[in-house]
């Protein structure tokens, strides 16, 4: 197994913009939500042979004409009861930027896949000799005691959480609250970026909710990044050329 350092998450707050202008009734409308979702800046390592184990390096090896980049972001969500989070979610674009007709970069691995812990953040990331990320997220009771009296106590399951576009130059993790659970807390996702070598991308970082305003209709807002550049774009680490045939 390969593990890569982590750096600590820096997080911004995003405003999240409804999708559409709508009168609640006695001439409220729907406003913007502030500090219900922060990103924390994109960071984007090169997977190269001094960085990876003896057992990844023929994998690495087996491809010279693809260059592998972890890229990791962090996510936090602000639990409001009376305007809960009905579903989240948190896109990556991966777009080339250069030369002209070079592939696309792709998305080849995703972690989670599934449930995530709503208080889980992965300080490491680890992978095995394919670029397969392995899972971090270890259970945590998170429940309050339900009586010092009698000691019981319960932990609440972990938020539902679902990768998506793994094998494809757009990813996403989607959020969505469950009964005894709603979306809260730090995530940490991380994804294996294969490029053309002798090219260069950019990954495009996207995020948006839907929210129970006052507990009767969900709500599409859909985050402003464009007033927080540095957590928007994060550009993929050069691909040198392949060495020339024979």
């Not at 202008?21 to 994109?42: F, N, Y």
């Amino acid at each position: 197994m390969t593990t890569l350092d982590l750096p600590e998450p820096e997080l911004l707050s995003v405003l999240l913009e409804p999708e559409q202008r709508v009168t609640l009734g006695r001439g409220t409308v729907v406003a913007a939500e502030a500090d219900r979702v922060c990103l924390g800046r994109p960071v984007c390592q090169p997977v190269d042979l001094d960085a990876v184990d003896a057992d990844t390096k023929p994998f690495l090896g087996g491809h010279p004409a693809s260059t592998f980049s972890l890229l990791a972001l962090t996510v936090s969500f602000a639990y409001d009861e009376d305007n809960p989070l009905g579903s989240a979610w948190v896109d990556v674009a991966l777009r080339r930027e250069a030369p002209a007709g070079a592939p696309e970069p792709v998305a080849r691995s995703m972690q989670p896949l599934s449930e995530a812990d709503p208080v889980n953040v992965a300080k490491k990331a680890t992978f095995d000799a394919s670029l397969k990320l392995k899972s971090s997220v270890l259970p945590a009771n998170i429940g309050p005691s339900i009586g010092r009296e009698n000691d019981r106590s319960y932990t609440q399951r972990a938020v539902s959480l679902e990768a998506h576009g793994e094998g494809s130059s757009a990813a996403r993790w989607e959020f969505f609250a469950t009964d005894v659970s709603p979306i809260r807390g730090t995530h940490r996702l991380l994804l294996i970026v294969e490029t053309a070598s002798g090219s260069s991308g950019r990954a495009e970082i996207g995020a948006g909710a839907t929210i129970l305003l006052r507990r009767k209709r969900l709500f599409l807002f859909r985050a402003k990044l464009d007033q927080v550049p540095e957590v928007a774009v994060v550009a993929l680490p050069a691909a040198p050329a392949a060495p020339p045939a024979g």
